[in-house]
């Protein structure tokens, strides 16, 4: 099995006619969407330092103030919490500054999300950006050096990913994974559950989190095989069996590469 460090898959069973994100109330601020870019329009008389966002299944490409300096831009950033995402900033911009966020996927609720479901060859690519997170640390971080689900600190603390499995088979799983120089050697769980039987596993399969020098240097690795009989909707789900030191891991994907 070859396993590449870039795939890109459009995902088109998550294209809605429009997202809640539209209708989305801002203290201070009107928030707008142009396709793939969400604009933050600040009230002249705003004089926070911050705006907060519910959390979005899509990658941030670029964060930067419209028709300001590149110094005035360099002190905006966005930082992940568990459910939504808070853009700060050191200065005030001046009055009426718009945040212009461009993102690599439109701008979705994670709870907006169908299910994935399979590329022409069958096969099943889950990007991290489509994860619900779940726990007291865990959170999906869009930056695009991070594009990762992160924080994974905690022993009660999952990602999963819903999936639609067309046609039972077996399936080669695939990981992209970071860890920290000295964090690797935890142990993490795999599972596969139908939307109809959660607490009884499909499919399962153990692995050893691979110390790659950094979080976010990522490695495709390959975990094993599963057979899935029969065709329905999935939820697939890592969670750690133990942490060896700080944190378990970052995950940038998992792929289900569909088998003759």
């Given at each position: ?43 002249p ?14 990658p ?9 300096s ?12 568990l ?6 900033w ?36 889950l ?5 619900t997170?779940?726990g ?6 869009p930056?695009?050096f991070k ?10 603390n999952?990602a999963?990913?819903?999936l ?32 109809a039987?959660p607490?009884?596993?499909a499919a399962?399969?153990?692995f050893?989190?691979?110390?790659t ?5 990522f ?16 939820q ?17 994907a ?7």
């Amino acid at each position: 099995m070859a396993l590449t460090a870039a795939i890109h898959i459009a995902i088109s069973s998550n294209v809605f006619a429009q997202s809640q994100l539209a209708n989305i109330q801002l203290p201070g601020a009107k928030l707008t969407i142009d396709g793939q870019t969400v604009l933050i329009h600040l009230q002249p008389d705003f004089a926070g330092k911050f705006v907060e966002l519910p959390r979005l299944a899509a990658p941030v490409r670029s964060l930067t103030w419209q028709g300001d300096s590149a110094d005035a831009m360099s002190n905006l950033k966005l930082q992940p919490e568990l459910t939504t995402w808070k853009l700060v900033w050191d200065a005030p911009p001046k009055a009426g500054g718009v945040i212009e966020m461009q993102l690599d996927a439109a701008p979705f609720l994670i709870a907006e999300c169908k299910p994935i479901e399979a590329s022409g060859d069958g096969s099943l690519y889950l990007p991290a950006h489509m994860a619900t997170t779940t726990g007291d640390k865990i959170r999906y971080e869009p930056q695009p050096f991070k594009n990762t689900v992160g924080y994974w600190a905690g022993m009660q603390n999952s990602a999963s990913w819903s999936l639609k499995v067309a046609k039972a088979g077996k399936f080669n799983v695939a990981i992209l994974q970071g860890c920290g120089a000295g964090n690797g050697g935890s142990t993490a769980e795999l599972t596969l559950h139908t939307v109809a039987s959660p607490d009884s596993a499909a499919a399962s399969l153990q692995f050893e989190v691979q110390d790659t020098g950094h979080f976010q240097n990522f490695v495709w690795r390959h975990l094993g095989e599963i057979n899935l009989t029969e065709a329905s909707e999935y939820q697939l789900r890592i969670r750690p069996k133990n942490i060896k030191r700080g944190a378990l891991m970052d995950v940038r994907a998992v792929h289900l590469i569909r088998l003759p």
